[in-house]
């Protein structure tokens, strides 16, 4: 069945750089969404991705969509603490029918 | 403000009891889900319902059953509890191209002792 991965599992940053983190699907997807689950909340969501090399913004975090439709990433610059919290990327998949599929998360740790 | 409910947001149970999970919507969304969450494995989808008395398996049904008899409120029942069921629970809702943003509850964490 789908498979979507991200890697790194963890991420201690330091606050004021930057960091990357990556998702991977094993197929080719229709749309790809991300979405931030602060420590002791529930997912919100963040973005929607649909098309092939697609590139959105917001403030300091930047989402990209592979030209394969299999891969994303988020990029976040200038790390603050409100940046704390888990950050899922999920992917659809019509052929599977309306559901999405959700990577393991990346958790991120900030260090004043 | 979109809501999305969740009738415990703790539980305690014993092994072999059943148990009853309940979510409701205020969105009048037709997709309603179910997940469990735990670490390092992220979100896995247990079933979803696209519609009052429709149901369909996600990744992980096994042990679990759900209902759907109105538009706003999907349960999640564990007939027979086991350990390996303990986790948190989220419940999610999303409008008529499900694959579209998905609204999340506050998740009801479910102990089996």
């Known amino acids: 069945g789908q498979q979507v991965m991200q890697i790194p599992q963890y991420q201690h940053v330091q606050e004021g750089e930057d960091f990357t983190t990556y998702c991977n699907s094993s197929?080719?997807?229709?749309?790809i969404q991300w979405y931030k689950q602060r420590p002791g909340g529930h997912p919100v969501f963040l973005i929607q991705?649909?098309?092939?090399?697609e590139v959105k913004k917001q403030k300091r975090l930047t989402f990209q969509f592979g030209e394969a439709k299999k891969n994303s990433s988020l990029h976040i610059t200038a790390t603050q603490t409100t940046d704390v919290g888990t950050y899922f990327c999920?992917?659809?998949?019509?052929?599977?029918?309306?559901?999405?599929?959700f990577g393991g998360g990346t958790r991120v740790l900030v260090k004043p | 403000d979109v809501k999305v409910t969740q009738s415990s947001r703790y539980l305690v149970k014993r092994t072999g009891e059943k148990v009853f999970l309940e979510c409701v919507q205020d969105?009048?969304?037709?997709?309603m889900f179910w997940y469990r969450q735990d670490p390092g494995l992220g979100l896995r989808l247990i079933y979803f319902?696209?519609?009052?008395?429709?149901?369909e398996k996600g990744d992980i049904p096994e042990g679990y059953s759900v209902s759907r008899e109105k538009k706003e409120r999907f349960s999640l029942i564990l007939e027979s509890a086991s350990t390996n069921q303990t986790s948190m629970y989220l419940c999610?809702?999303?409008?008529?191209?499900?694959?579209?943003?998905?609204?999340f509850g506050p998740g009801t964490r479910l102990t089996v002792l």
């Open positions: 999920a992917g659809a998949l019509k052929a599977a029918g309306n559901k999405l599929t």
């Open positions: 197929t080719t997807l229709s749309n």
């Open positions: 991705l649909v098309k092939s090399g």
């Open positions: 969105m009048d969304h037709e997709n």
């Open positions: 319902s696209y519609d009052v008395k429709m149901k």
């Open positions: 999610a809702s999303a409008g008529v191209v499900s694959y579209n943003e998905q609204f």
